[in-house]
């Protein structure tokens, strides 16, 4: 069962946070077949005043619609962004869905209690086996730790490979590289195709597949 209580972060201010991808997956635990998508969106072009000048700015606007597993409407919001970088759509899309997941209470201030209790009450999990780096040299040197992982597919594998060697380009930055690798995997599939990796389709782990050999290569 998904518990959303163990994807909450903390902001620097101290403010609770759910991450965009973790509430889609909560609503997918939740509300089976249930999807976000984005509608058509319009562009405008707004002048507006910078000191002497008149500079023109131009604005995506549109929906972004949750569907049923029967594929009808549930709900439809309003959503815009400021075409300044080419990942407007993304930005279009995380504005609508949060917006949405708002509405529909897939918020962190709505997680049940009972999910904050299983956390708290959970068993210790057994230490998990680290391999250290063979060390060759005979003074004596501080190694690091890291985390055995065992990759599903080769998908996972060649995320797994990048993301030990050069996670950067993956886009993620120090606070991100904290998390678990799973739950980065998710947040990577995410924002390549729209679902985490553990929903992901076949269409959405080759769109994954072809993004990271790019970025391998």
């Not at 606070?175 to 553990?198: E, S, V």
């Amino acid at each position: 069962m998904f518990n959303p209580v163990l994807y909450v972060r903390k902001k620097p201010s101290g403010e609770l946070e759910l991450p965009l991808f973790a509430r889609i997956m909560w609503l997918n635990s939740e509300k089976p077949g249930w999807r976000i998508t984005s509608e058509k969106f319009s562009v405008a072009a707004l002048e507006v005043p910078e000191g002497k000048d008149v500079a023109t700015r131009y604005i995506a606007m549109g929906h972004v619609a949750v569907v049923d597993e029967q594929g009808r409407k549930v709900l439809s919001v309003p959503a815009s962004a400021e075409i300044d970088s080419p990942y407007f759509a993304e930005d279009l899309f995380r504005a609508g869905a949060e917006l949405a997941l708002d509405i529909l209470g897939f918020h962190v201030r709505n997680i049940p209690s009972e999910y904050w209790k299983q956390v708290e009450t959970a068993p210790l999990e057994a230490p998990r086996k680290v391999v250290s780096q063979e060390v060759t040299r005979k003074e004596p040197v501080s190694v690091e730790q890291k985390e055995v992982i065992q990759p599903q597919d080769d998908v996972e594998a060649l995320f797994y490979n990048i993301l030990n060697n050069n996670p950067a380009v993956l886009g993620f930055n120090k606070n991100d590289l904290n998390n678990p690798p799973d739950m980065l995997l998710n947040k990577y599939c995410y924002k390549i195709t729209g679902l985490p990796w553990n929903l992901a389709e076949e269409e959405e782990k080759k769109a994954v597949r072809k993004c990271l050999e790019e970025l391998s290569s």
